[in-house]
């Protein structure tokens, strides 16, 4: 703990771990659309999973279960960061001259410095379970690439990883943390796959995005019996895991008698925000807390205020199933912004379907307002927050300024889902005054949408 002029350290010990994550599906008013098989458009079976998941991660990703045990196994490694502290940013709130009461859940105490190992690490484990040898992903900014690596390292299994090629020049710190966890890492699209050297004969020198890594890393693991697929968000398996975040988040709240009025999380794929507000809206549901929750999304990539809810593949080359979502177009390439964790075409499905049915509402943020948000909690708080986590601070900082305003005592909670150590080349654009705010024209995502399958 702290005193008045500090930030609020809310801790607890080892054994509040939980026990298990929670699946938001039992309780919503309506249940989600199905994935569509690519070819018969009907409902995916276990099936048509099976090439890429384990038995276990299929069960969980249509399981109508409340909650789902977390396993001894899983639970040992979470320990080597969890539970993560819940701050009170009392020099954020001073510096904002705000009556309100900011907290934070800082998930970059983890072994990668992100959320990312909530999910990385029980999808190895469930792949070493049962046999399998490698795991082939995707990754962005680069924080689930080394999650999945580090991960991989603790059950021994090799880890191959498609990383998105503006991030892979823009963090080359990042593709060395996984090498060093033993992955191998390609700049994505790659000549190694059909669905990468179709992208580069069109462009040469494509940014990349992450549908297209997604169909690279797909198509290695669709092709190798001992080879398997993981995903670091989108999926409800993987938004299942990230609830560790908002189970622990409401047991430090009640321990300082506090419960939020809004809740502010960062949206690319959908599992850091999905992960702190779902045992939230569990709360809510059931009339015991009544918060308001707010996605915070990238101007460049703005899926949910901007796109279509509509039946769209997960990838690039169409070689997933097919998704109802909150879309921009499976081949829409985001501009090369610095928060690359956030350069996804489509929100998470699940948590489309709640967007549908009015339970939470979203923003979109530039770069530069959100960086200006990453600074200022910086020189208040001391964290370098990483691009993704610098929209959460954007919404939360905006809603602070706005009890400013109006003097109401509002209690905020955000989520801030990584450091920004491996990323000072972008901090560095930002304070020389480099970095652009991309305007993204409404022809683009109309051109992008209008080849919808």
């Known amino acids: 703990m702290a005193d008045e002029t500090g930030s609020t350290k809310i801790l607890l010990d080892e054994s509040r771990i939980p026990r298990r994550w929670y699946n938001v599906v039992a309780d919503l008013p309506a249940p989600p659309p199905p994935p569509l098989h690519p070819g018969t458009r009907e409902p995916v079976g276990p099936e048509d999973l099976a090439p890429l998941f384990p038995i276990d991660l299929i069960e969980q990703e249509v399981s109508l279960e409340r909650y789902l045990d977390i396993p001894e196994e ?30 934070y859940k800082y998930e970059g105490v983890s072994p990668s410095g992100s959320h990312k190992p909530n999910t990385a690490v029980p999808q190895a484990f469930y792949n070493a379970k049962h046999g399998i040898r490698r795991l082939t992903t995707e990754t962005g900014a680069g924080q689930w690439g080394s999650s999945l690596a580090f991960a991989c390292s603790m059950y021994g299994l090799e880890c191959e990883v498609w990383m998105v090629r503006a991030s892979y020049d823009q963090k080359p710190y990042r593709r060395l943390m996984m090498e060093t966890y033993g992955a191998r890492v390609h700049a994505s699209p790659s000549p190694l796959t059909t669905a990468g050297a179709k992208i580069l004969a069109e462009d040469a020198d494509s940014p990349g995005s992450l549908g297209i890594a997604i169909s690279e890393a797909v198509e290695v693991a669709a092709g190798a019996d001992d080879t398997r697929y993981a995903l670091g968000s989108v999926l409800n398996h993987v938004l299942l895991h990230q609830t560790v975040i908002g189970e622990e988040a409401l047991e430090q709240l009640a321990s300082v008698g506090e419960t939020p009025d809004v809740i502010v999380g960062c949206t690319g794929g959908g599992s850091n925000f999905a992960g702190l507000i779902f045992p939230f809206l569990r709360e809510k549901l059931a009339g015991r807390i009544d918060p308001v929750l707010r996605a915070v999304e990238p101007a460049a990539c703005p899926s949910l205020t901007r796109g279509r809810y509509e039946y769209d593949f997960g990838d690039t080359a169409g070689l997933t199933p097919l998704m109802k979502m909150h879309t921009l177009g499976h081949d829409f390439v985001p501009d090369p912004i610095h928060a690359g964790g956030l350069r996804y075409h489509g929100m998470a499905p699940l948590l489309s379907h709640i967007y549908e049915l009015g ?84 022809e683009r995502i109309e051109q992008s949408l209008a080849r919808l399958p």
């Open 359 to 442: 339970l939470f509402e979203a923003v979109a943020k530039r770069q530069r307002e959100c960086f200006e948000a990453g600074i200022l909690f910086a020189r208040a708080e001391g964290i370098v927050p990483a691009p993704e986590g610098t929209h959460a601070l954007a919404g939360a900082i905006e809603e602070a300024r706005r009890c400013a305003e109006t003097g109401e005592e509002k209690v905020i909670l955000t989520a801030l889902s990584g450091h920004g150590h491996f990323d000072m080349s972008s901090y560095e654009r930002y304070l020389s005054g480099e970095m652009e705010d991309f305007d993204l024209p409404q």
């Open 74 to 103: 899983v639970r040992e490694v979470y320990r080597l960061w969890r539970p993560t502290p819940l701050y009170r940013a009392r020099r954020l709130e001073k510096a904002l001259g705000t009556p309100a009461r900011i907290y």
